[in-house]
């Protein structure tokens, strides 16, 4: 069955500090990855996504991301995190076969970036 | 800018109500999704639409139907309105077919559902 985890409920950073939110995936072939991030009370918005090439990926906002074919993984990271940068962040996948843009979502994970 | 627009943002309904969730995209996406959104399960699938008329269940279709009869617009119904229907609700939308291969979902504000 396809999935994805985010083994992290909650990330706590230090303003300036890095920052990394980890996503873990179980989907067959080579998927398309997303990240997305909810403000409060608000709809998602997209961040960055890898559909192939580079494994290092940039988004908004000062986000990346790193596929790692091996780990099955796609951590978000940002090099210095700003209070401004809390909200609850989500990764998604999505199979490359078919049309229909089904996303598989992980269960979310809350950054608190402190002053 | 793709815009996704849900028609409530906040709605309280009473337990055995019917009740209608609207969403409109104005990019002429073929898919369309509705989503669940609870605290610590992320968001699950409860329907989607990858054409006029044409619907999918997702992960969690009981208690809800949905509607598609124009391309734009895709409602999300809930036949009799339950309390464990108290919920978020995310509405979204992607280009179809090949050429949406890849391309990410864009989604509504969401409607705050309350079932009392």
């Known amino acids: 069955a396809q999935s994805v985890a985010q083994p992290e409920d909650q990330v706590n950073v230090a303003e300036g500090n890095p920052l990394t939110v980890k996503c873990t995936y179980s989907?067959?072939?080579?998927?398309?990855l997303f990240w997305y991030v909810q403000y409060p009370n608000r709809g998602l918005q997209f961040l960055l996504k890898?559909?192939?090439?580079?494994?290092l990926v940039k988004g908004s906002y000062g986000f990346e991301a790193e596929f790692n074919k091996s780990q099955t993984s796609f951590h978000l990271k940002k090099p210095s995190a700003l209070v401004s940068d809390s909200a609850l962040y989500f990764c998604?996948?999505?199979?490359?076969?078919?049309?229909?843009?089904?996303?598989?979502f992980g269960q979310g994970t809350t950054l608190q970036v402190k002053p | 800018d793709v815009k996704v627009t849900q028609s409530s943002r906040y709605l309280v309904k009473r337990t055995g109500e019917k009740v209608f969730l609207e969403c409109v995209q104005d990019?002429?996406?073929?898919?369309m999704f509705w989503y669940r959104q609870d605290p610590g399960l992320g968001l699950r699938l409860i329907y989607f639409?990858?054409?006029?008329?044409?619907?999918e269940k997702g992960d969690i279709p009981e208690g809800y139907s949905v509607s598609r009869e124009k391309k734009e617009r895709f409602s999300l119904i809930l036949e009799s309105a339950s309390t464990n229907q108290t919920s978020m609700y995310l509405c979204?939308?992607?280009?179809?077919?090949?050429?949406?291969?890849?391309?990410?979902?864009?989604f509504g504000q969401g409607t705050r559902l309350t079932v009392v």
């Open positions: 979204a939308s992607s280009l179809g077919g090949t050429g949406g291969r890849g391309t990410e979902a864009f």
């Open positions: 989907v067959s072939g080579n998927p398309y």
């Open positions: 890898y559909i192939t090439g580079d494994n």
């Open positions: 998604a996948v999505r199979e490359r076969s078919g049309n229909t843009g089904k996303l598989i």
């Open positions: 990019m002429d996406h073929e898919n």
């Open positions: 639409s990858y054409d006029v008329k044409m619907k």
